[in-house]
């Protein structure tokens, strides 16, 4: 790839206390922004502040802030407030709720979506794209043996999808940490790989204004010694080389 590197937009994770810092800090995995700066891409973490409107107002905020920005990885992290798909009850196993993450997530998801801003949405960031687009997710997955914390296991990529032209043919082995999964599924969105147990672990959407993949697991474990896993990555960043030429 020649040129400057696109920017790669990737919003930080509030973290109650960090190595080396004394006090709470904003962070980003450092896998993922190894990933992309592989791929030829700039990882620009992002403070996750606001919008500090909603509406059109809140839009334009968001608008602004990723102007400079080619593509979007959106992260895993903790969990979604259950509210923001319709649901009052909280599952006990629910963690690591955040307002203002969640507000600054569910905005460039729905912002970037609308505009066609190239998106890999990684683990939480498939999720909130399912919530964004009117889905749901099931709290809990089980517990012990049923959950996919620390689990590789492998998916099959449905033919003629996005994900089978990165990853190649036949089940390939993907590395996860979730508990939570898609319920019912946003509008427009293919699931596009399953884990043996009926999982949800890729979509993509059926009329994308955008490249756009989201996986529930992370490719980002792997990249390094993956080639398929690496892909995803390669792709996003090549996705956003193109959309900064045109911009």
């Not at 973290?15 to 080396?20: E, L, R, T």
């Not at 529930?216 to 080639?227: K, R, V």
């Amino acid at each position: 790839m020649s040129g400057p590197r696109p920017l790669i937009a990737l919003p930080a994770r509030h973290s109650g206390s960090a190595s080396a810092l004394r006090y709470a800090a904003v962070v980003a995995a450092e896998a993922l922004a190894e990933a992309v700066y592989r791929a030829g891409g700039e990882p620009f973490v992002m403070l996750p502040a606001g919008p500090r409107a909603p509406g059109p107002a809140g839009a334009e905020e968001v608008a602004e802030r990723l102007a400079r920005c080619s593509g979007l990885l959106l992260p895993g992290g903790g969990d979604l407030d259950p509210a923001h798909y319709g649901e009052t009850a909280r599952h006990p196993e629910v963690y690591d709720l955040h307002a203002g993450q969640d507000a600054f997530d569910l905005a460039l998801a729905g912002y970037a979506l609308l505009a066609g801003l190239p998106t890999l949405a990684v683990c939480r960031g498939l999720q909130v794209v399912n919530t964004v687009l009117g889905g749901t997710l099931e709290q809990d997955m089980g517990g012990p043996g049923r959950d996919h914390r620390h689990v590789l296991h492998p998916i099959a990529p449905a033919a003629g999808s996005l994900l089978a032209g990165l990853a190649g043919p036949g089940e390939r082995e993907v590395s996860c940490y979730h508990h939570q999964r898609v319920a019912r599924l946003g509008r427009g969105l293919l699931v596009t790989g399953r884990a043996a147990d009926g999982t949800v672990e890729a979509v993509e959407l059926a009329e994308p204004a955008g490249w756009f993949l989201g996986v529930q697991w992370h490719p980002e474990d792997t990249a390094a010694d993956d080639p398929a896993q690496q892909a995803v990555f390669d792709a996003l960043v090549e996705a956003a080389a193109a959309e900064g030429r045109r911009g």
